[in-house]
């Protein structure tokens, strides 16, 4: 296949570039930079010289060969362009946010900005492959889901589609590495401010509250509302998300655990881990892969679930690239065998 980046100087880009070149089926013929354009990767990234030589080239230009192009851009920018992609028969893979929304109204409200292709909306396909398999094959516009929302829906939908939650009673408390913030700088990311520090940030605000809910509500045939609180760690990468709900009338802890164990038993990208043990962003660092686990508080009747996850690859370019496997039939872990890093 013959795969474009756009965004290639920024975190998920060159995280699709290591992945992908671990990838027997991929050839990246293209990476379209807007600053850095007539450079070559290599002097943007100096761990790259001598292992990846290709060019940044203008993003204004996406060449004739390519099949399907990854759009690791920020927000806005891609809904603008993923048309002329599309006319031109090339697979896009939006990392971004421009079509994980269905309602343009919701996209508007939580964006702050207006959407410029709400007629791609209805097409677009969310894309977690555990979740929605036989939804992605096939299709040409893929909006890869965000990491918060990833490591919440896996751990959740399961049980919501079980009925096994009482759906108003859902608390998402999440914590991430810098490396989600990308890699423009601002005050928020610098090492002073981050280092020996932990901060909640976006609470009740934050743009992935209208995802999550609607996928959730989706997965519960009910409209569900969440409380989601993000914080930023001191670490790079990784996700632990947190997850507190009330079980429904009679819900045992083993139907939980059924419940995902329903779902997730043939997957490989998704663990529920063996008793007793708790997920550790570490077990996923640098993979494809995502730890769960979870228990009935029965003092309380509330269930807490816990799952983590590295940001940049199962919560955005692995995903991306298990995505982009489905759209051409391949194998979904090609590209992805990779364990985690340890320690
Ligand atoms: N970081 C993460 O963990 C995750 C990120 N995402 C999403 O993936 C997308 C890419 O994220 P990430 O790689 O972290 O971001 P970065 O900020 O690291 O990189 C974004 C890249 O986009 C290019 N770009 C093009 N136009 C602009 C513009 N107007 N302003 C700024 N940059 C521009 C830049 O490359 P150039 O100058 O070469 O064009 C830049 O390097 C975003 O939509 C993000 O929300 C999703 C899940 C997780
Ligand atoms: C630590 C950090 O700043 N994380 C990012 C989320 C990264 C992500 O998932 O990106 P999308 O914007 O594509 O959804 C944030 O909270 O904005």
Redesign the pocket.
């Known amino acids: 296949m013959k795969i474009g980046i ?8 060159h995280e699709l570039i290591r992945i992908l070149r671990g990838h027997s089926e991929a050839e990246i013929v293209y990476l ?5 354009a007539g450079q070559k990767i290599a002097d943007i990234y100096p761990g790259l010289n001598e292992i990846v030589d290709n060019n ?1 080239e203008s ?1 204004q230009e996406v060449p004739e060969e390519i099949e399907v192009l990854f759009c ?4 806005g ?1 891609t809904a603008g362009r993923a048309e002329k992609y599309l006319d031109r028969q090339i697979k896009v893979i939006d ?3 421009d079509f994980r929304l269905k309602d343009k109204n919701i996209y508007e409200a939580w964006y702050k900005t207006s959407h410029a292709s709400p007629h791609l909306l209805a097409e677009a396909v969310y894309g977690i492959p555990e979740l929605n398999r036989a939804e992605i094959a096939g299709k040409r516009l893929i909006a890869n889901p ?2 918060y929302p990833t490591a919440t829906q896996l751990a959740l939908v399961p049980l919501l589609k079980d009925k096994l939650l009482k759906s108003d009673s859902i608390i998402v408390d999440a914590k991430s590495g810098v ?6 700088t601002n005050l928020g990311v610098h090492f002073s401010e981050v280092n020996e520090n932990f901060k909640a940030y976006g609470v009740a605000t934050h743009r992935h509250t209208p995802e999550i809910e609607q996928e959730l509500s989706k997965a519960a045939g009910e409209d569900i509302l969440i409380n989601f609180t993000p914080h930023l760690v001191p670490m790079t990468r990784g996700i632990l998300t947190t997850i507190y709900a009330s079980a429904a009338e009679g819900v045992e802890e083993g139907d939980l655990l059924q419940s995902w164990q329903t779902v997730y038993a043939d997957e490989q990208f998704v663990h529920q881990m063996p008793g007793g043990e708790w997920p550790q962003t570490k077990y996923a660092y640098g993979s494809n892969h995502v730890f769960m686990q979870l228990k009935l508080d029965k003092r309380t009747g509330r269930v807490i679930l816990v799952a983590a996850l590295d ?2 690859v199962k ?2 370019s692995g995903q991306a690239v298990q995505n982009m496997n489905i759209l051409f039939g391949l194998p979904e872990e090609t590209g992805l065998k990779t364990n985690g890093m340890w320690p």
Do not use: Q
């Open positions: 756009l965004g290639a100087t920024g975190y998920t880009g379209g930079s807007s600053g850095s940044l993003d690791a851009l920020p927000h920018i990392l971004g946010a965000g990491c490396s989600g913030a990308g890699r423009g940001n940049l919560g955005a």
